[in-house]
DNA sequence: GCAACGAATCGAAGCGCTTCGATCGTGATT
DNA sequence: AATCACGATCGAAGCGCTTCGATTCGTTGC
């Protein structure tokens, strides 16, 4: 193993010098630093993390609790690792795995023990289990998701509640009167996942303003309950002519079973939804949504979470405003 | 922060007596361990990893490489990934995420760092480019796939030959005398992924040596695509009595496809799929398939590679036999 | 009764790095 | 000419842990 005692001597400087230049921290002349990084090169050095975190009582490891469970969004939850990690990188830390049904105490004891410098955890729920321990965590936390409870805690998140009124208010201003949500499935309002909710809050704001009659579905995924749904909402509201989609797991099937049922989509029906863009691309209809924006929101909670190791910030709640995408799935009317 | 040594203190012994009952390296009297026990619970101790690291030259971290492309296999990647991590806190270690895409180097950076004891790489493709630099790695490795150039490397994957072989007899043995394998998409081809040519491999030589005629159809996924297979497949080869799939993407399609044209699984067509076990029982029609034992494959990588951290051994290539489970998407003819 | 032994414990030497003075020129300021 | 400030560099003191002798003491064997 090459030690920074031997590029030290393969330079010809002390130490301390060729610390100094790999951090910065100190001023070195031009020339020490060039053969300084010249030898460094030569050898095929690397600092040894272990001693590098005992010294300096930094890690530079983010740990990141991710939700494994295989679920409906799963190329969702890739996103956001992804993002993270590249971020990380850009900011010279590394990401450490931390799965969700390890339990907490994970979170702890990584940070305990100096393996971790910060915390992100990502699907945060409305009243999730985790929020109280996390707030015990001796390390800067983010929550990627807004808890109801999150006194104390740093959240990123789409502005879910903001998504719902926009999709109503473009829907409404093409002239649109009845319409429905068709939600995510019964589980995820069960469990109590708080973007679902908030966007559902949104969108029934967004109605009530404008004094719309609205109909509230939520959708289990599979073939026959999608149908099922759009039975309902079509037959139960006549004369809807709008359709909100919160689901992505069913779009594709949707879409499907409209056009089984020879309803056009935006002639008969306007679609909007929000899932990822290359979801909505990607659909026999492309459709016209709010994405889900992944790489984004994980930028900012490493951005975030990275900040805090070193300064003091207050807790921050950061809600990112939807962006709309037309692809011609809504019409006027 | 809480060190070994206010542990001593509390418990009125050594720094080092704290050490061995730590690590059971050396006997220590229950009374002694005892005591050590309660004083590490009673202020909350976690060793500081970096420490620990650098004293022991062990991390205690499995270095993992995940494909981050949002994949069609998202899914299945995620069950590798959990029960990796899993397996890996089964045997006193934690995984540190490093992407793919971030380029080889990363490997030979994080062990060279001894920020990782040794490395497991997913989704290993047949002339993989990090092959060859996986070799220099200073630190054990093991591969989830086998590549065609394996000399020197240790890699876990499912028998895809015996996987493919084991399809078409299970067909032959029901009577079908003319199948045809649905493949992945092109594109997978094209990218040289092994398992899916070792899969057609072993569809080939079983169907040659029971001189059974063959077709075989690379298919992309997407509505329409899938529907244009089913076209040539079911035309170009009159006769057809057998589809063997190899293709998750296109599953749920293929059978909406198959139903709207009033063809019953399995009474016109039987259908086996190679797919993961909730996907083959979460559609229209429950199938018959080999699944892809990914938390198996994952716990065995993880095995292999702690294994390898302290004790040599010679690397080694194990194949997971196949194992097919009967939905009743197959029937005799 | 004493050497030999093993179990239990301790002290101290690192592991490779960061960082805090301290030192030494050199040029600018008085 | 004496002082000061500053840039560049070095030496040494840890950071918290593991691990290798060394030490102590109660047993055992002869």
Redesign the interface.
């Given at each position: 193993?090459i030690t920074i005692k031997e590029v030290a001597r393969h330079a010809g400087v002390s130490i301390s010098t060729v610390s100094y230049v790999l951090s910065g921290k100190r001023s070195i002349s031009e020339e020490t630093k060039r053969r300084v990084e010249q030898s460094i090169a030569a050898l095929?050095y690397?600092?040894?993390?272990?001693?590098?975190?005992?010294a300096s009582n930094r890690?530079r490891?983010l740990g990141?609790v991710?939700p494994?469970r295989?679920d409906q969004n799963?190329?969702v939850?890739?996103?956001f690792?992804?993002s993270i990690?590249?971020s990380a990188?850009d900011h010279d830390h590394?990401?450490?795995?931390?799965?969700k049904?390890?339990g907490p105490g994970e979170a702890h004891?990584?940070t305990?023990?100096?393996?971790a410098d910060a915390i992100i955890v990502m699907d945060v729920e409305s009243a999730d289990p985790r929020v109280p321990e996390l707030r015990t965590v001796d390390a800067p936390v983010v929550l990627l998701g807004v808890p109801d409870d999150h006194e104390g805690l740093s959240c990123v998140d789409l502005d879910f509640a903001a998504a719902g009124r926009r999709m109503v208010s473009h829907l409404a201003d093409l002239g649109h009167r009845s319409i429905a949500l068709i939600g995510s499935p019964p589980a995820v309002y069960e469990r109590g996942t708080s973007y679902a909710a908030r966007l559902l809050a949104g969108f029934q704001q967004e109605t009530a303003r404008r004094n719309m009659p609205v109909s509230v579905h939520s959708c289990a995924p599979?073939?026959d309950s999608v149908s099922a749904c759009l039975d309902t909402v079509l037959h139960q509201d006549r004369g809807i002519t709008g359709l909100v989609v919160h689901n992505e797991a069913v779009l594709g099937q949707l879409l499907?079973e409209l056009r089984r049922r020879s309803l056009d989509v935006p002639r008969d029906l306007s679609v909007i939804a929000l899932c990822p863009d290359?979801v909505a691309q990607?659909l026999?209809v492309p459709l016209t949504s709010i994405s889900v924006p992944a790489r984004e929101l994980g930028a900012i909670a490493v951005q975030m979470v990275v900040t805090r190791i070193t300064q003091d910030h207050a807790p921050e709640v950061r809600l990112l405003q939807p962006r709309l995408t037309e692809r011609g799935s809504t019409a006027a009317r």
């Open positions: 193993m095929g690397h600092p040894n993390a272990g001693a590098r975190a005992l890690s490891v990141l991710v494994l295989s799963v190329p939850v890739m996103q690792v992804s990690v590249t990188r590394d990401v450490l795995l931390l799965t049904e390890a004891r990584v305990a023990g100096s393996m599979g073939y499907l290359d990607s026999p």
